[in-house]
Structures are given as C-alpha cells and as structure tokens.
C-alpha cells in the first residue's frame, strides 16, 4: 500500500509492504543494524535471534526503493523490533507501521498485543491505544516497559 504522509517541509512517499526474513533480510537487518545496534548500542548477539525467520515482517520501503522503517509481528502475539531510520522520522512512518501491525494482529484473530517499549516510546505507542503495565526492567542496557493492546472484535 502507497502511504504519503507530511507537511510542507517533511513530504514522504513509501510503501508497506508485509514480509518474510528470507525475502527481504537484506534491507530488514540494514534498518536494525543501524537503529539498535549502531544507533542504541544493543549488542549484536541479542539483536538477531531465532524468531526472525518464523516471524511476519512490515517494511517501509520509500519511492526510491530505500529502506525506511520495519517491524516485527511474532506467531505468539507480539510486536517488536520497530524501526525507523534516523533521516525518516517525524514523517508518519512509524505511526503506519504500528496501524498496519494492529491490522495484521486483528485479521489472524488475536485477543490482544504485547510489546516491550523502551521508556522513550511509551507515548508513541498509547497513541495507538496501547497501556503500559508492571515495572521498569532492563534489556540490553535500555529500560523497558511491558504494554498491551486488547483487540475489539
Ligand atoms: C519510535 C519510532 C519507531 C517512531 O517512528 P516515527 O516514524 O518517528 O513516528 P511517527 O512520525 O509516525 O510519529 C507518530 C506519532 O508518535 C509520536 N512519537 C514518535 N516518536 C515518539 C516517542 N519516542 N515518544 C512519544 N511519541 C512519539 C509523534 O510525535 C507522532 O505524534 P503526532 O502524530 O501527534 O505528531 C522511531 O522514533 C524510532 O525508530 N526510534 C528508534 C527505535 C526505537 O526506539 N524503537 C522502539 C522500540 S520499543
């Protein structure tokens, strides 16, 4: 689907695409390499875990055909390794990857959504109607907070 989303001075044209690890690894592992490993200094060895080739991915792929954005639904019902490059935030990109996680967690039938934020995006997700529950705890150096999202049916 062709999202176009900005103002005057921040205009984005990209596309969602849903996808597997082993077609699009390239550019889904590019986007988290830069964003938790180079940019937030998550250690390579818990970055890439097992659940990458069982999970459904979302990547923002721009016009030009960059990478942008991506995200990460897994079959236990939860969401995670959301992503937005640096030079593409503030454009509405995040926001239509977590509507489109939303949309997909509905159409397979789930309950509800789960997710670990990083304290910083706590806001970003209640926006979506997600609630922060329990306690502050660490993961890889960064605190977090467990949240969900009951799905109406
Ligand atoms: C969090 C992240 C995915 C948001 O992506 P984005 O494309 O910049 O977000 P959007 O432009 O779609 O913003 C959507 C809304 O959420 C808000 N928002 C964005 N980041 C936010 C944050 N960290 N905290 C609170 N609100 C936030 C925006 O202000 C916007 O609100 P508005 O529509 O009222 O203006 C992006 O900042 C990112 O990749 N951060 C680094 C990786 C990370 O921390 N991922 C989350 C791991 S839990």
Same mark, same amino acid.
């Given at each position: 689907?062709?999202?176009?989303?900005?103002?005057?001075?921040?205009?984005?044209?990209?596309?969602?695409?849903?996808? &597997?690890?082993?077609?699009?690894?390239?550019?889904?592992?590019?986007?988290?390499?830069?964003?938790? #490993?180079?940019?937030?200094?998550?250690?390579?060895?818990?970055?890439? &875990? @097992?659940? &990458?080739?069982?999970?459904?991915?979302?990547?923002?792929?721009?016009?030009?055909? @960059?990478?942008?954005?991506?995200?990460?639904?897994?079959?236990?019902?939860?969401?995670?390794?959301?992503?937005?490059?640096?030079?593409?935030?503030?454009?509405?990109?995040?926001?239509?990857?977590?509507?489109?996680?939303?949309?997909?967690?509905?159409?397979?039938?789930?309950?509800?959504?789960?997710?670990?934020?990083? #304290?910083?995006?706590?806001?970003?997700?209640?926006?979506?109607?997600?609630?922060?529950?329990?306690?502050?705890?660490?993961?890889?150096?960064?605190?977090?907070? @467990?949240?969900?999202?009951?799905?109406?049916?």
């Amino acid at each position: 689907m062709m999202h176009a989303t900005g103002g005057t001075d921040k205009t984005l044209l990209f596309s969602l695409i849903t996808t &597997d690890w082993q077609i699009h690894r390239e550019m889904l592992s590019a986007i988290r390499r830069k964003v938790f #490993i180079e940019e937030q200094g998550v250690p390579e060895a818990l970055e890439w &875990d @097992d659940e &990458d080739p069982t999970a459904t991915h979302l990547l923002a792929i721009s016009l030009a055909g @960059d990478p942008v954005g991506c995200a990460r639904m897994l079959p236990d019902g939860r969401l995670g390794r959301m992503a937005v490059l640096p030079q593409y935030r503030g454009c509405g990109v995040g926001q239509a990857l977590l509507e489109s996680a939303i949309e997909w967690f509905r159409e397979q039938c789930f309950e509800s959504i789960r997710l670990s934020a990083q #304290i910083h995006a706590v806001g970003f997700y209640e926006q979506a109607g997600f609630m922060a529950f329990g306690a502050v705890y660490d993961d890889a150096g960064i605190p977090h907070r @467990d949240m969900v999202l009951k799905l109406s049916r």
